[in-house]
């Protein structure tokens, strides 16, 4: 069942996000949207994506229907999901953990996720990337931004603990889903991004 804005989580599932969500989307800058772009501009016109831990929308998913994808989103904070409902009333979002998300009961052809997966623990980190792979077509796309290496620290606007499990752990975890690297990026910021591919098998 998809979970409107206005059910409350049993838990916070969004990592801090919604009790700090009017500072979140006040700070948000344009940093990483240019590699978005660039990304979304090499997928098929049309293809659909979907925009994990999305916010507001400003600026990734905007990028990507700026680039003529079919977008659908997913965050778990209320706050950030009616905010993106007002800036994008034809986009479908789901306010539910990605991690657990059923991504709307179908499967896409690039997935996104910045500024999501180190805010996760290491379990829930794994069974994002499981559930990307299950929900990604043949040949599918996954971007998500997390440093190469291994490192941990506090999330500035929340306060929670933020972790990298490193280029090595992330490929390992990848490849057992079916998915491998096939690039990496990095923004004006220093944020530093994988691409991934699944296997067209």
């Known amino acids: ?116 997966v180190f805010l996760l623990s290491e379990a829930r980190q794994r069974a994002l990337m499981e559930n990307v792979a299950s929900a990604l077509n043949a040949g599918g796309r996954f971007l998500f931004s997390a440093p190469h290496q291994v490192c941990a620290w506090d999330d500035v606007l929340t306060g929670q603990r933020s972790r990298s499990l490193g280029t090595e752990a992330y490929a390992d975890i990848l490849a057992a889903c079916g998915l491998h690297i096939v690039a990496t990026h990095e923004d004006e910021g220093g944020t530093h991004y994988f691409e991934a591919e699944k296997s067209a098998d």
Not at 27 to 36: E, I, K, T
Not at 43 to 65: F, K, N, Q
């Open 1 to 116: 069942m998809i979970r409107s804005p206005e059910t409350p989580l049993p838990q916070d599932l969004s990592n801090g996000y919604e009790e700090v969500a009017e500072a979140f989307m006040a700070a948000r800058s344009s940093s990483g949207r240019a590699v978005v772009a660039g990304w979304a501009a090499s997928l098929p016109r049309g293809a659909s994506v979907i925009d994990l831990g999305a916010g507001s929308g400003e600026p990734m998913t905007a990028a990507l229907i700026e680039a003529g994808l079919t977008v659908s989103a997913i965050d778990a904070a209320p706050s950030l999901v009616k905010a993106f409902q007002r800036r994008f009333p034809g986009v479908e979002i789901a306010c539910e953990a990605a991690e657990e998300s059923a991504f709307f009961g179908r499967t896409f052809e690039a997935a996104l996720a910045v500024g999501l």
